[in-house]
Nanobody, 125 residues
Framework: QVRPVESGGGLVQPGGSLRLSCSIS????????IGWFRQAPGKEREGVSC????????YTADSVKGRFTISRDYAKNTVYLQMNNLRPEDTAVYYC??????????????????WGQGTQVTVSS
């Protein structure tokens, strides 16, 4: 059973930084895409960023471009989301998700198969 586990969330002041980690256990296939989504209270879950080892593609939402960076460590089966210059509107539960079936990045939830439990990020002074 594939299981993504997020960590690194917390409370940070506006302008601060956090780094989220997504560690994936279980059977890892050769080609996959790993995405980060977030859901703020009362809002739809939205795609934030994604990285694929199938075609090397990445995706970053316009709302976080220039502030968030996705990266990965193959040896550790871990993906990171470095979040800089955080804003109150970044407050949300952040979810890590994996797609093995297609292996390409997408901003659609339906493209992904396995989801973590989420980690809370709160940006507030």
């Amino acid at each position: 059973q594939v299981r993504p586990v997020e960590s690194g969330g917390g409370l940070v002041q506006p302008g601060g930084s956090l780094r989220l980690s997504c560690s994936i256990s279980g059977f890892i296939r050769t080609s996959y895409a790993i995405g980060w989504f977030r859901q703020a209270p009362g809002k739809e879950r939205e795609g934030v960023s994604c990285i694929s080892n199938k075609d090397g593609g990445t995706y970053t939402a316009d709302s976080v471009k220039g502030r968030f960076t996705i990266s990965r460590d193959y040896a550790k089966n871990t993906v990171y989301l470095q979040m800089n210059n955080l804003r109150p509107e970044d407050t949300a539960v952040y979810y890590c998700t994996v797609d093995f079936a297609r292996g390409y990045c997408s901003d659609q939830q339906s493209a992904f198969e396995y989801w973590g439990q989420g980690t809370q990020v709160t940006v507030s002074s």
